[in-house]
T-cell receptor
Framework: DAGVIQSPRHEVTEMGQEVTLRCKPI?????LFWYRQTMMRGLELLIY????????DSGMPEDRFSAKMPNASFSTLKIQPSEPRDSAVYFC?????????????FGPGTRLTVL | GENVEQHPSTLSVQEGDSAVIKCTYS??????FPWYKQELGKGPQLIID?????GEKKDQRIAVTLNKTAKHFSLHITETQPEDSAVYFC??????????FGSGTKLNVKP
C-alpha cells in the first residue's frame, strides 16, 4: 500500500498568490481529513470529507481557504490569496469509515512558506 | 467539546530507560485513544491505540494504559533506543469522528 500521498512536499510562494495542495488517500478509505500543524496551535483539523462529501468545515480559518474532493482518490486544499500567517505544514489523512474508533493514516505533509 | 492535555512537553531519557507520557481528556463519551509518533519531516504515524473496553494494551516495548474513571491515558516505552527519539502525540475523539490532538511530547533518547 502506498499510503496517503501528498504533493508538493514543499511550497514557497509570495503573499497574494494562490496555493493548491493535493492529496491522494489510501485506496478504499472513505474519509479524508485536512490538518494544519504549527508550533503555536499544534495539529488542527481544517475540514473532513466522508464519501467525497464535505461533512464539517468549521476548522477552515477563513474564506480564503477552500477544499474539494471531486472523487474518492483525490482532494485539494486551496488558499487564495495566501498570507504569511498561512505558513505551516498541511497534512492530509484518511480512514476507512471515518468513525470515532477508526485509525487515521497521515500523509507526509506539505510544508508551505508564504513570503 | 473535547480537550486533551499532554505532559510533559519534552522528555529526555538515557538509552535503556523507560519513558512515560500522559494525557487527560474531558469528554467522558470518548472511546478510542490513539498514539502517534512523528519523526522530523514526516507525518504522524500510529504506533498504538486503545479502546475504552480495555485498560491496557502492549505491543513489544510500547504499552498504553487507560483509566476511564480519571479520564487519562498514558504511553509507556520501555528499553528506549535512540530511534525512539521523536515527537509523540495523543488524541481523543469528539463529535462523530473528529480528533483533538495533544500538544505533543518531544522525546530525546540519549545514547
Amino acid at each position: 500500500d502506498a499510503g496517503v500521498i501528498q504533493s508538493p512536499r514543499h511550497e514557497v510562494t509570495e503573499m497574494g498568490q494562490e496555493v493548491t495542495l493535493r492529496c491522494k488517500p489510501i485506496s478504499g478509505h472513505n474519509s479524508l481529513f485536512w490538518y494544519r500543524q504549527t508550533m503555536m496551535r499544534g495539529l488542527e483539523l481544517l475540514i473532513y470529507f466522508n464519501n467525497n462529501v464535505p461533512i464539517d468545515d468549521s476548522g477552515m480559518p477563513e474564506d480564503r481557504f477552500s477544499a474539494k474532493m471531486p472523487n474518492a482518490s483525490f482532494s485539494t486544499l486551496k488558499i487564495q490569496p495566501s498570507e504569511p500567517r498561512d505558513s505551516a505544514v498541511y497534512f492530509c489523512a484518511s480512514s476507512r469509515q471515518g468513525t470515532s474508533t477508526d485509525t487515521q493514516y497521515f500523509g507526509p505533509g506539505t510544508r508551505l512558506t508564504v513570503l | 467539546g473535547e480537550n486533551v492535555e499532554q505532559h510533559p512537553s519534552t522528555l529526555s531519557v538515557q538509552e535503556g530507560d523507560s519513558a512515560v507520557i500522559k494525557c487527560t481528556y474531558s469528554d467522558s463519551a470518548s472511546n478510542y485513544f490513539p498514539w502517534y509518533k512523528q519523526e522530523l519531516g514526516k507525518g504522524p504515524q500510529l504506533i498504538i491505540d486503545i479502546r475504552s473496553n480495555v485498560g491496557e494494551k502492549k505491543d513489544q516495548r510500547i504499552a498504553v494504559t487507560l483509566n476511564k474513571t480519571a479520564k487519562h491515558f498514558s504511553l509507556h516505552i520501555t528499553e528506549t533506543q535512540p530511534e525512539d527519539s521523536a515527537v509523540y502525540f495523543c488524541a481523543a475523539p469528539y463529535n462523530f469522528n473528529k480528533f483533538y490532538f495533544g500538544s505533543g511530547t518531544k522525546l530525546n533518547v540519549k545514547p
